[in-house]
Nanobody, 129 residues
Framework: QVRLVESGGGLVQPGGSLRLSCAASDSPYLTWNYDMGWWRQAPGKDREFVAAIKWTEGQTFYTDSVKGRFTISRDNAKNTMYLQMNSLKPEDTAVYFC????????????????????WGQGTQVTVSS
């Protein structure tokens, strides 16, 4: 049974930083074999792709609006994915979700929400002064 649990959201001032975590498990297996991504949804807006990572190779994908500000990474030993968010802007305010999929190729695939098989519950990020 796949389980994804996000943490690390909160309130931060513009220009500040936050690090989100997504702890993944696939009981009863000990190893994690899914690629993962971060998505976000602001009030009244559609869910938006943020970033993704190929779990084994570490290849990453980002939407243009976060390039140079956000960094996605993973810790294989802990089965945990991270999103380091720097230079945060009010428009980054949203509920952030982590998601997992078994296999994907290329940016178009990773940025399509229907490709993802599992989703976490989300964590709120609010950027405001």
């Amino acid at each position: 049974q796949v389980r994804l649990v996000e943490s690390g959201g909160g309130l931060v001032q513009p220009g500040g930083s936050l690090r989100l975590s997504c702890a993944a498990s696939d009981s009863p297996y000990l190893t994690w074999n899914y690629d993962m991504g971060w998505w976000r949804q602001a009030p009244g807006k559609d869910r938006e792709f943020v970033a993704a990572i190929k779990w084994t190779e570490g290849q990453t994908f980002y939407t243009d609006s976060v390039k140079g500000r956000f960094t996605i990474s993973r810790d294989n030993a802990k089965n945990t994915m991270y999103l380091q968010m720097n230079s945060l802007k009010p428009e980054d305010t949203a509920v952030y979700f982590c998601a997992a999929l078994y296999s994907c190729t290329g940016y178009e695939c990773y940025s399509s929400d229907y490709e993802y098989d599992y989703w976490g519950q989300g964590t709120q990020v609010t950027v405001s002064s």
